[in-house]
């Protein structure tokens, strides 16, 4: 019991337009997976800083450049630095970006909002505000409309 070549050709057409259909959102969700996992990597860059700080008394500075396939670097950062691929890095300051905390883990100047994204890609891109002050965190989806970040 086996199968014939026309069969075979058939089973081979049916599965390469399911392929074709199905390769331009798995390609989405992959970009959208490297956009998650850069944002997750700054926040992380973040929290540890302002951790360090707290836990050496001492001021801490993470450095975030702007521009695609960036490395995120710290006086305070324990694991090292971060390498960001494949994605670019946005905010309304000069670059690069120094996000210091005081000994107290309090972050100084103006809250700050930087966004990440993919050049050339319909994925949406996603957003890191952080508070003056004690330095809160939040994340969400960037409208490029109202230059805001909103909740998911």
């Known amino acids: 019991m086996g199968f014939t070549l026309t069969e075979t050709i058939v ?5 390469g337009i399911f392929a074709t259909l199905s390769a331009p959102s798995f390609l989405g969700w ?3 997976k490297k956009v998650d996992d850069a944002l997750a990597k700054i926040e992380g860059a973040i929290k540890q800083t302002q951790r360090e700080a707290i836990k ?4 801490c500075t993470v450095t975030i450049p702007k ?9 305070c950062l324990v694991t090292g630095s971060r390498q960001i691929e494949d994605v670019t890095i946005y905010y309304n300051h000069s670059a690069p970006h120094d996000i ?3 000994f107290k883990g309090l972050y100084t100047p103006p809250g700050t909002t930087l966004w990440v994204s993919i050049p050339n890609s319909s994925v949406k891109p ?5 508070s003056t ?7 969400g989806n960037y409208d ?4 805001k970040c909103m909740r998911p």
Not at 11 to 15: A, K, S
Not at 56 to 59: A, H, I, L, M, T
């Open 11 to 15: 089973l081979v057409v049916i599965i």
């Open 30 to 32: 992959l970009n959208q």
């Open 56 to 59: 050496r008394s001492q001021d």
């Open 67 to 75: 521009g695609i396939d960036q490395s995120i670097s710290g006086n």
């Open 100 to 102: 210091s905390f005081n």
């Open 126 to 130: 996603k957003c890191l505000s952080i």
């Open 133 to 139: 002050g004690i330095g809160l965190m939040r994340t």
């Open 144 to 147: 490029l409309g109202v230059d």
